[in-house]
Structure formats: structure tokens, C-alpha cells
């Protein structure tokens, strides 16, 4: 009985305590079979671990970032996982850890060095070395117990926005045809962002022509039909009018999308609240499921009551509720 | 003699919600890309996984109106009874989705890989989030 208890003691904290040291063997030993045939050498430009030289400029990207390309692959030759889809996340972030471990120890010396040696002429990038160096070090040790009060503790972090399919909690990571599918982040980081939502400014996306959605399925050069149009809706309380633009609209798309079904036609016909449109009527029928969300306040909520701006009271078809 | 086992166990048992927190931490939660849709009109019933439509992936490609004005998909997830003979036929995800404009519906596994049982219901959505937040994660397939 007691011989059982002990055990069980035993292998309960060595399960809670051992944790941390599990991690970085866990890590040498991925790194060892999986990594090292290229990391070891530094093939293709593959980071080698300990190398502060080779570390530092990504560890100025932040760690989650490392572990993001560790993850998802990147386009200068890293494959995601290594090119080892069956190793869970954790056994990539651990070898990841492992590699930079010794970049963040090695940083040190070697930037004093760099510094010590360098000529007043090379003075620049040895300098850039020798400040991010410190700074990665810095952040291996300090980052745990900073965490608990940092800004912002509930919102999601921009590491953990737009995450790759496996990593969504959506998508099943057994499935092989999860690992082929596109990250958003990969299509995303040519266009411009925004603050909510998919957090790519769409409008201004396609204004910039940074995507080409075809307005016809099968023509590739066919142009939309634009109606530029402002209305303007009144509203009650503080806030500021409405101004609906439906040239922005009708870039994407077509009147019969939303006339007669979600809007009629016509002046006044239309009964609107956020209650409605955060429970997926009107305008929610887009906006808060695939367009920007009403935590956006003032892109629809944008001319101001007195008419301030001048000009822009006239002209405009209002519409009274 | 009650008192060293009685302790022993204390920490044991502190030791193991340790353990537990641990690997509770480690596990995933729903953060999915805005507007991917879960579809699951059929699919549990049939011993499929979910479809989990990309929603931002189709975006770049296509206006708004081509697939919710010209073929017809309605603004409503689990609103227009999509199924595998529709689809072949070339309605809704078929009529691109044939082999030409886009891989052809033998790759299963490129759409069918919802965790199981997820219900329909477009991801990160206020109503998701706002209104029926408990849904998110696996609620059992029931509803239809």
C-alpha cells in the first residue's frame, strides 16, 4: 500500500516538475532525426542551430514567427514540418527551441566580438547585431513571468491570428488534405489589412488591385457593373449617419443579391437595428459573418449629424427610417 | 500513520491537476479564419467529416455575385442543401469544381476535413461568437 502510494507520488510530480526538461530533450531528439540533415549544415540557408549569426535576424521576427515557418514551411525552402507532417506541433516548437537555445546563449559573445573587431566603416550592421542579440537573449528567461501582465491579455495575439488549417481547431490535422491547403496568412501578406475580421482590407484589396475576383465564373476579363450611390441613413441617438456606398457594393456584387430580399427598394421601407443586423438580418446578412464585423463602428457610421462637412448634405438621397 | 498517506495523496492529487493543466493548456481551441464555413448538412449522417468551406480562399478568386447571384448559393450556411449528385451535376460547388476550372470531386480529403461531428455554422461570426458561443467547438451532429 504505501510502496503504491509513493509510486504514484512519484510519478505524478515527475509528470508535473519534469515538464520544462522533457521539452528540451524532446526537442534534441527531434531536432537529431529530424532537422539536423539539413540544419546541421546550414543546407539551402537553413538556420544552424546555435548560430547566433544565423538566428538573429529571425529571432528580431519574434519566436512565434520562427514557429510559424517551422510550422507551415516558408517560401525560401523550409517544407512545413520539415517536410514531416506526422510530428505533432509541440515536437516541431520544441526542436525549434532547442536550435535557437543555443543561438540565444552563443548571441552574446559573439555580438561583443562583432563589435570589438569592427572598423569604424563596417560600424552599421555589426552594430544591429550586437543590439538584437542581447534582445533575443533577453527574451528566453524573462518571457514567462511577463506574460501575466501584458496589455491586452484576453485579445487574441497577432501570432495567433489568420492560423494555418491544421491549427485552426476546425479543420482535422489527420487529414491528409488538411496539410495542402492554402494558409490564409500566405495569400494575406500581399494585401492590405485591416483591423477585424479576416483583418485584409477587401475594398481596398481589389481598389489596388492586389486580387482579380472574376465577375463571370469562366471570363477571366469581365467587368463588373458599378452604381455609385451614397445613401444616407439617419439615426437615432449619437451616433454619426449612416452613409451607405454602393459603388463598393457593386464591385462584388449584384443588386438582385440584396434587392428585394434583404433591402426594398425604396425610401423608408426599411426597418434597421444593430440588434437585427448582429442577429444576421440586413446588412448582417454579410457583415459579421464574412465581411467586415460591426466591431467597425465608424466605417459605416461615418458623416457626422450637424452637417460639419459641408457639401455632403445636399446631394445625398436620405433616407428616413 | 493517517497523516504521512493522507498528505502523500494531497500532493499526489495536486500533482496530477498539474499534469492536467498542463496538457489542457496544450490543447486546441476553435480560432478559425473569419467566414470559413462548416458544412454539415449530410456529411455526419453519411460517415463523412464536415466540409470546411474557405470562404477568403473563393473570395480572391471571385466577385461575391457569381457564386450567390449566378449559381444560386443562398447568404445562409446550411441554407441551400448542397449534396454530392447536386455537385456533380454541376450545381453549386460543381460548377466549377469538375476537373477543369478546379480539382474534381474524387479529392475527397480537400474538403471534407472538418473535425468530426462540427455543426454548420460560419466560424467566428458575431452570431458564433455573440449569440451562440457554446456551439463552437463539437457539438454533437444533430442538428441537421
Given at each position: 500500500?504505501?510502496t503504491?502510494?509513493t509510486i504514484?507520488?512519484a510519478?505524478g ?6 515538464l520544462p ?12 532525426q529530424?532537422c539536423?540533415?539539413?540544419h546541421a549544415?546550414g543546407l539551402a ?5 546555435g548560430?547566433a549569426?544565423?538566428w ?5 521576427a519574434?519566436k512565434?514567427a520562427?514557429?510559424?515557418n ?5 517560401m ?10 506526422d510530428l505533432?506541433d509541440?515536437?516541431v516548437r520544441?526542436a525549434a527551441?532547442?536550435?535557437?537555445a ?5 548571441a552574446?559573445?559573439a555580438?561583443r566580438k562583432a563589435v570589438?573587431?569592427?572598423?569604424a ?8 547585431a550586437?543590439a538584437?542579440a ?10 514567462g513571468?511577463t ?13 495567433r491570428r489568420?492560423p494555418p ?6 479543420h ?6 488538411t ?7 500566405a ?7 485591416s483591423?477585424a475580421g479576416?483583418?485584409?482590407?477587401w475594398v481596398k484589396a ?6 482579380a475576383?472574376r465577375w463571370e465564373?469562366?471570363k477571366?476579363d ?5 452604381m455609385d450611390l451614397n445613401i444616407v441613413?439617419?439615426v437615432?441617438?449619437?451616433m454619426?449617419?449612416?452613409v451607405?456606398?454602393?459603388k463598393?457594393?457593386t464591385e462584388?456584387?449584384d443588386?438582385?443579391?440584396?434587392h428585394?430580399a434583404?433591402f426594398v ?9 444593430m440588434?437585427a443586423?448582429?442577429?444576421?438580418q440586413?446588412?448582417g446578412?454579410c ?5 467586415f464585423?460591426?466591431s ?5 457610421h ?5 452637417g ?5 448634405a445636399a446631394?445625398?438621397g436620405?433616407?428616413p427610417? | 500513520?493517517t497523516r504521512p498517506a493522507a498528505r502523500s495523496w494531497?500532493?499526489a492529487a495536486?500533482?496530477a491537476?498539474?499534469a492536467?493543466a ?6 486546441r481551441?476553435?480560432?478559425?479564419e ?7 448538412a449530410f ?10 468551406f ?6 480572391i ?6 457564386c450567390?447571384g ?7 450556411a446550411?441554407g441551400n442543401?448542397i449534396?454530392?449528385l447536386?455537385?456533380?451535376?454541376g450545381?453549386?460547388c460543381g460548377?466549377?469544381?469538375d ?5 474534381a470531386?474524387e479529392?475527397c480529403?480537400?474538403c471534407?476535413?472538418g ?5 454548420t ?5 458575431t452570431i458564433?461568437?455573440?449569440?451562440a458561443p457554446g456551439q463552437?467547438?463539437?457539438?454533437p451532429?444533430?442538428k441537421?
Open positions: 500500500m504505501r503504491k502510494i504514484r507520488l510519478a510530480a515527475l509528470a508535473a516538475l519534469a526538461a522533457l521539452h528540451a530533450q524532446d526537442g534534441r531528439q527531434t531536432y537529431e529530424k539536423a540533415v539539413c549544415a540557408g537553413a538556420p544552424r542551430p548560430n549569426a544565423d538573429a535576424p529571425r529571432l528580431k519574434g512565434a520562427i514557429y510559424r517551422a510550422l507551415q514551411g516558408t525560401r525552402g523550409m517544407p512545413p514540418k520539415g517536410g514531416n507532417p505533432p509541440a515536437a520544441a527551441d532547442y536550435m535557437m543555443g543561438a540565444a546563449i552563443a552574446k559573445p555580438a570589438a573587431q569592427a572598423p566603416a563596417a560600424a552599421a550592421p555589426s552594430a544591429t550586437a538584437t542581447p534582445v533575443a537573449a533577453k527574451t528566453e528567461p524573462g518571457s513571468a506574460q501575466a501582465n501584458a496589455f491586452n491579455r484576453l485579445l487574441r495575439p497577432p501570432s489568420n488549417p491544421a491549427e485552426d481547431g476546425i482535422d490535422p489527420a487529414v491528409d488534405g496539410l495542402q491547403l492554402q494558409p490564409p496568412l495569400a494575406f501578406s500581399s494585401m492590405p489589412r483591423n479576416n483583418r485584409v482590407d481589389l481598389a489596388e488591385e492586389k486580387i475576383p465564373r469562366d477571366p469581365s467587368a463588373a457593373v458599378v441613413r439617419e437615432k441617438g449619437s454619426p449617419d449612416v451607405y456606398p454602393h463598393q457594393h462584388w456584387l443588386c438582385s443579391n440584396c428585394p434583404l427598394p425604396q425610401k423608408g421601407a426599411n426597418q434597421m437595428s440588434a443586423i448582429l442577429l444576421g440586413g446588412c446578412a457583415h459579421g459573418r464574412v465581411a464585423p460591426v467597425e463602428c465608424r466605417l459605416c461615418s458623416k457626422k449629424k450637424d460639419i462637412t459641408a457639401g455632403a446631394p445625398h436620405d433616407t427610417r | 500513520m494531497q500532493l495536486l500533482a491537476a498539474l492536467i498542463a496538457f489542457a493548456a496544450g490543447t481551441e476553435a480560432r478559425a473569419y467566414g470559413d464555413v462548416v458544412m454539415n456529411s455526419t449522417e453519411a460517415g463523412m467529416r464536415p466540409v470546411v474557405p470562404h477568403w480562399f473563393h473570395r478568386r471571385f466577385r461575391c455575385k457569381v450567390h449566378d449559381l444560386g448559393i443562398k447568404f445562409q446550411g442543401q449534396n454530392m447536386k455537385i456533380i451535376d450545381q453549386f460548377a466549377c469544381h476537373g477543369g476550372m478546379a480539382w470531386v479529392n480529403n480537400l471534407h476535413t473535425t468530426p461531428n462540427l455543426p455554422q460560419v466560424h467566428e461570426s458564433q461568437k455573440l449569440i463552437a467547438k463539437t457539438a451532429a444533430a441537421k
